[in-house]
């Protein structure tokens, strides 16, 4: 199994990203995929979920309305497209794979990609 995550970067506050994951290893389209990130000298936060076939989706209260988590099983890519970006959005960002459907049992981690909102 390999997770592997792309597309962070440094941007100003109010801009946008759009992180990937390219899975590979595993039946993507039978899991649940998840985005977590940890900020500086914080422990890890959920951020969003997606259920295997990408019809429901669920955010952190804190990126709602902003973040968009969606997946392409065909191509076996998670997405996470973040708009309005804010300072406190600086974090690491990670995608997991559920292996308990959407209860929040991790078993795989990418390495991560790195978002930094800074004027």
């Known amino acids: 199994v390999q997770l592997v995550e792309s597309g962070g970067g440094l941007v100003q506050p109010g801009g946008s990203l759009r992180l990937s994951c390219a899975a590979s290893?595993?039946?993507?389209?039978?899991?649940?995929m998840s985005w977590v990130r940890q900020a500086p000298g914080k422990g890890l936060e959920w951020v969003s979920d997606i259920n295997s076939g990408g019809g429901n989706t669920y955010y952190a209260d804190s990126v709602k309305g902003r973040f968009t988590i969606s997946r392409d099983n065909a191509k076996n890519t998670l997405y996470l497209q973040m708009n309005s970006l804010k300072p406190e959005d600086t974090a690491l960002y990670y995608c997991a794979r559920d292996q308990s459907w959407g209860r929040g049992e991790y078993d795989y981690w990418g390495q991560g990609t790195q978002v930094t909102v800074s004027s």
């Open positions: 290893g595993f039946t993507f389209s039978n899991y649940y």
